[in-house]
């Protein structure tokens, strides 16, 4: 069955610092994989995803995540953290045959000024 | 370009009464989907549906209705409301075709308290 993992509640980092949000998945066939991220009080927003080809993917807001074949991960990394991008941050997973996704229980990004 | 949208964005509701939760998206996608949202469980699907008039259980379905006679609109319905029920509602929708690659897009949410 398809499923991620998000190891860690929250991620704190200070403003300007490398941010990173892990991610592991578990699929049947090629992994489908995305990135979203929910700002207070709002749905949840695209920011990328894996489909196939370069293993690092570029996204909205300066994010770009890698996807690790050998690993089964696809960690989300920002090179300088902003206090805006303070927010909850969900893995997903696409399950094979349909348009379904699977997603992990999210990420709390804390960046401190 | 309303993309897409859900009503009420906040209910109270007593328990066991029925409630029914609007979703409405633009774009013509044939999926769409209801996830709640609560502290600890991220988000579990409740019903998915691949095109009008078919429809699938989720992770939790237990105690939801829904029904899709059209396109363009995916209600849910809480047939008699209970206080497991209290949540945030969000409805998604994602299109079929390989450009899109089977990114959803999210509603605004819809919070229901259940007293």
């Known amino acids: 069955a398809q499923s991620v993992a998000q190891p860690e509640d929250q991620v704190n980092v200070a403003e300007g610092n490398p941010l990173t949000v892990k991610c592991t998945y578990s699929?049947?066939?090629?992994?489908?994989l995305f990135w979203y991220v929910q700002y207070p009080n709002r749905g949840l927003q695209f920011l990328l995803k894996y489909i196939t080809g370069d293993n690092l993917v570029k996204g909205s807001y300066g994010f770009e995540a890698e996807f690790n074949k050998s690993q089964t991960s696809f960690h989300l990394k920002k090179p300088s953290a902003l206090v805006s991008d303070s927010a909850l941050y969900f893995c997903a997973v696409r399950f094979y045959g349909n348009n379904r996704l699977a997603f992990g229980k999210g990420n709390q990004v804390v960046v401190i000024p | 370009d309303a993309g897409i949208t859900q009503s009420p964005r906040y209910k109270i509701t007593e328990t066991g009464r029925q409630v029914t939760l609007m979703c409405h998206q633009t774009?013509?996608?044939?999926?769409m989907f209801w996830y709640r949202q609560d502290l600890g469980h991220g988000l579990r699907l409740i019903y998915y549906s691949a095109a009008a008039d078919i429809t699938d259980k989720g992770e939790v379905p237990d105690g939801y209705v829904v029904s899709r006679s059209k396109t363009e609109n995916f209600p849910l319905t809480l047939e008699s409301a209970t206080r497991s029920q209290t949540s945030v509602y969000f409805c998604a929708s994602s299109s079929i075709a390989e450009v899109n690659s089977y990114e959803q897009y999210f509603g605004p949410g819809t919070r229901l308290t259940v007293t």
């Open positions: 774009w013509s996608h044939s999926y």
């Open positions: 699929v049947s066939g090629n992994p489908y």
